[in-house]
């Protein structure tokens, strides 16, 4: 591990945490079209909102077995016998609000599906299917505020500006390397 702690990175990621820098250098910001990775990076950044991302990417493992992989049209049928199951599920985050969410969520992700074809198509059509450049320290930005504006009006929930923003950076929409990270270098 000695060899990746030399190498500069952005500096949120904590160099303690072989799965925080394994997730930092080969996932994150790269870009997604994939519809299951969509929604399930967007369910894990909503299940993060007010918590800390590392928090949730430990417990990814334990998401995806209590959540049918993220399977989407299976989630958006989930009843109340499923709520009650994954509220007893000390492996995962156990707040009904964010739960219903995420079957809420689920539904209009297949509403925006067929409306749009995908929602990759949905999603990247923002940008004209680029990727933009961010240094790395804003929260928000005006790209997060028009999608997370949207998504509410077409009736997510829990999909504020920060965590919008969060989404976008992760699923590689929006570059945000900081400048001293060797991935930022990789990318220009
Ligand atoms: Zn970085």
Not at 76 to 81: F, L, N
Not at 181 to 187: A, E, V
Request: proline residues 1%.
């Amino acid at each position: 591990m000695f060899y990746k702690e030399a190498i500069p990175r952005c500096q949120w990621v904590d160099i303690r945490d072989a799965l925080y820098i394994s997730y930092h250098d080969q996932e994150w910001g790269i870009p997604v079209h994939q519809d299951n990775r969509l929604f399930e990076a967007l369910a894990l950044e909503m299940f993060a909102a007010g918590l800390s991302w590392k928090h949730i990417l430990h417990k990814r493992s334990a998401f995806r077995e209590a959540f049918d992989n993220f399977d989407v049209i299976k989630i958006s049928q989930y009843d109340d016998k499923k709520i009650i199951s994954l509220l007893k599920n000390n492996t995962i985050i156990r707040h009904k609000g964010k739960i219903t969410a995420c079957i809420h969520n689920a539904q209009v992700f297949l509403k925006i599906q067929s409306e749009w074809g995908s929602f990759n198509h949905y999603l990247w059509h923002w940008t004209n299917d680029k990727s933009i450049f961010s240094d790395g320290l804003e929260t928000t930005s005006l790209l997060s505020d028009i999608i997370s504006h949207d998504l509410k009006k077409q009736g997510m929930k829990f999909v504020g500006s920060i965590t919008i923003f969060a989404y976008l950076c992760a699923i590689g929409i929006i570059q945000a390397h900081q400048d001293t990270c060797f991935m930022k270098r990789k990318q220009i």
